[in-house]
């Protein structure tokens, strides 16, 4: 069993940055592959930005490639996902899922956080 908790969203302007994080409670974190999704209202929920279990591996979504980084710091048990350029079009919440290695499809991930809500105004 996987619990995930994220945190550092909240209200910015567009061209601020955030930074979230992802706490992992499980004894082997370095076993999942990590992933963030978001989901703005009335959509579905869409990939961001993965992480392999080394994290030398990482993918993005297009329409965040060069503006957000995901890292992973596996002896803390942690993800992060720094946001950088914000738009408006960013407004999501934000949620931290654990699952296969460095994987994009939302149905491989099996433990997901409660996420956390950025909002971006312009």
């Known amino acids: 069993q996987v619990q995930l908790v994220e945190s550092g969203g909240g209200l910015v302007q567009a061209g601020d940055s955030l930074r979230l994080s992802c706490e992992a409670s499980v004894r082997t974190f370095n076993n999942y592959g990590m992933g963030w999704f978001r989901q703005a209202p009335g959509k579905e929920r869409e990939f961001v930005a993965s992480i392999s279990y080394s994290g030398l591996n990482r993918r993005y979504a297009d329409s965040v490639k060069g503006r957000f980084t995901i890292t992973r710091d596996n002896a803390k048990k942690m993800v992060y996902l720094r946001m950088d350029s914000l738009k408006p079009e960013d407004t999501a919440v934000y949620y931290c899922?654990?699952?296969?290695?460095?994987?994009?499809?939302?149905?491989?991930?099996?433990?997901w956080g409660p996420g956390t809500q950025v909002t971006v105004s312009s």
């Open positions: 899922a654990a699952g296969r290695d460095a994987a994009i499809d939302v149905a491989l991930y099996d433990y």
